[in-house]
């Protein structure tokens, strides 16, 4: 089978009119709907695609509305396409608990749920953009009924996107999502919910770690909600987990066990590794160079013009701003062995610098 | 009193050595010491000053040695410059533990605690650098016995590098640390812990949350357990808050209590706006331009120039790889009310840009 259109989308949200917009960008005929007129108007006006009319028959339907209310709707469109061969799937945040609504479907060979790792702390049909899903990992997770042809379609909407397909079943999908994306924003939020209670006076003391730990938990609450107990059974599985060496650091901490608490933080150093690097390929060692700036954009793009020169590829960027005076210090991470090159070749042009 | 100097550094590590070559470099003699001969050879050797002689008589003596051997190193030097006006600091990571060896020597008046916000990922002499402490908030922590000179001639020694001082009681500092350093830091290795053994493939769904997240969590074992254990009644409180919430967590998650789980989110919110913001005011809302950008250096250095053109502010800067394609995302972090401004400036430059 091959992605032909029409493509309808039903949820015309962040996801669902991003995914409309570059659907539209790839000459398909897209077809929107949402319980909100309005939304459908908006998404339409942008370009994203028309409303769809009754009559109406698309090749495949992607179902884009909140985690509560995925397993029904997706049941749903099975029912009115009964019969037909229009594929389904959804993009939705967590697979086990629509795809159990759905498993005793007499139609559900038709259904293949899939996940995008893409987001925004903007939603709505405003919010979307062709390029959301460019360069993004976007799970496909087929389950055991689920017909060859859909999932083949699912796979080539995908990649029409610029998004990097990865394989995983259901409950994998959901395991591999509490791991690196529920759990990690709960412990954030518990980590943040510490500096809301604490003196203004302590807060001058935070550096790069903290901002960074905590970070995620900007996060809207409602969504993270939804989202962490439609993952329930993975998640709680995982919190035991961490429950269970929390309990272990507090004793190692409590009793002066350094060995016992060192055990602890090797594991996560371990866990750091683990991340797959740029491209897909194993980490490499990096190495930070620190750049003091005055704080005006100009000296960014200066910087940037001079670390260009030396050929060495800068693999990520930080801005640390001081707390108190114009002054910013720019971190550039780059590959371990290159570090010292790229330190002397700045202090060469005059930048105040440091590894 | 004035800092006219010597200062002598005692453990010529990446902190005393930078600290060294900060005060060297603002015409003050500096007198080294260390256990290892090599290494104040070598810190002399990069111009951090000369090695202390018998004889040698220093304004301030700043103590720069592990956490462990703090209080006894503190208390020998106040003890051999008995009778003298000799001020002593520290730069160690804990204050409260290394006070408690020093409270009730005589010559305690003459000691004043410190501790600057800053470090590298390498340790050594070698790694120093003047530059180190440029803008970063360096604590002051004066004891209820300490000189009011003593104080003035510490807070000099902190704006001579640059840093900026931070006035906290020694048992304050400490709390704030567990807060804003060690409990994250714990938090970030028991996350990174649960990757240490996830399957490779559900990592591949690892996006910028989970590695922001972890990214502490790469910092030395062995130091980090030294610091948090000097640490233990701060950091035991605070776990035992942190636990606590886990609880709360699941026992939301597990019998479905939205509200809850929303409350102990709502708190994270509010936590992440609590971080002071940029020249210490006030965190302002912030929004991100997403722009997809070939994987060259040649790639960052035209986008800025063409960031730059705007003249918006750019706060902050991420880049997401493509695990599996030579394509990088770049997050360009500004002011929310400039977002859609930069995002119309970079489309109309042909980037393939989108909030």
Tied chains: 1, 2.
């Excluded at 987001?119 to 709505?124: F, H, K, L, M």
């Excluded at 994998?172 to 518990?190: G, K, Q």
């Excluded at 371990?270 to 897909?280: D, E, L, W």
């Excluded at 910013?328 to 780059?334: A, F, K, M, N």
Aim: charged share 20%; aromatic share 2%.
């Amino acid at each position: 089978m091959t992605l032909t259109g029409p493509v309808e989308v039903v949820g015309t949200g962040l996801l669902g009119t991003s995914l409309a917009l570059a659907c539209t960008a790839a000459g398909l005929d897209v077809l929107l709907s949402d319980v909100s007129a309005e939304h459908v108007r908006t998404a339409s006006g942008l370009g994203a695609g028309r409303a769809k009319q009754p009559g109406d028959r698309a090749q495949v339907v992607v179902v884009a509305v909140p985690p509560d209310h995925l397993g029904p709707v997706i049941a749903s469109i099975l029912t009115e396409t009964a019969g037909t061969d229009t594929v389904v799937t959804d993009v939705g945040s967590v697979k086990a608990a629509p795809l159990a609504v759905v498993a005793d479907h007499p139609e559900a060979a038709r259904y293949v749920g899939s996940h995008p790792m893409a987001g925004s702390e903007r939603s709505g049909p405003l919010a979307g953009h062709a390029a959301l899903f460019e360069g993004r990992p976007w799970a496909i997770t087929p389950h055991l009924g689920s017909d060859d042809a859909a999932v083949e379609l699912v796979e080539e909407l995908v990649r029409l996107t610029g998004a990097v397909p990865v394989w995983l079943t259901p409950d994998e999908h959901d395991r591999a999502v509490a791991r690196t994306s529920h759990v990690p924003h709960l412990m954030a939020a518990l980590v943040a919910g510490r500096l809301a209670e604490a003196p203004e006076a302590y807060l001058n003391l935070s550096g790069q770690g903290v901002r960074d730990v905590t970070r995620v938990a900007a996060g809207d609450p409602r969504l993270y909600a939804q989202i962490v107990t439609g993952n329930r059974d993975a998640v709680l599985d995982l919190l035991g987990e961490v429950r269970e060496q929390l309990d272990a650091a507090i004793t190692a901490i409590g009793s002066g066990d350094r060995g016992g608490l060192e055990e602890i933080l090797t594991r996560g150093n371990v866990g750091t590794r683990a991340i797959p690097g740029k491209h897909g390929g194993p980490a490499r060692p990096m190495a930070s160079v620190w750049v003091t700036i005055a704080d005006e954009p100009g000296q960014l793009a200066t910087l940037f013009a001079d670390a260009v020169e030396t050929r060495i590829s800068v693999e990520d960027i930080r801005i640390d701003h001081d707390p108190s005076r114009p002054v910013g210090l720019v971190e550039l991470v780059v590959d371990e062995t290159h570090a010292d090159t790229l330190l002397e070749a700045l202090a060469a042009k005059n930048w105040v610098a440091h590894r």
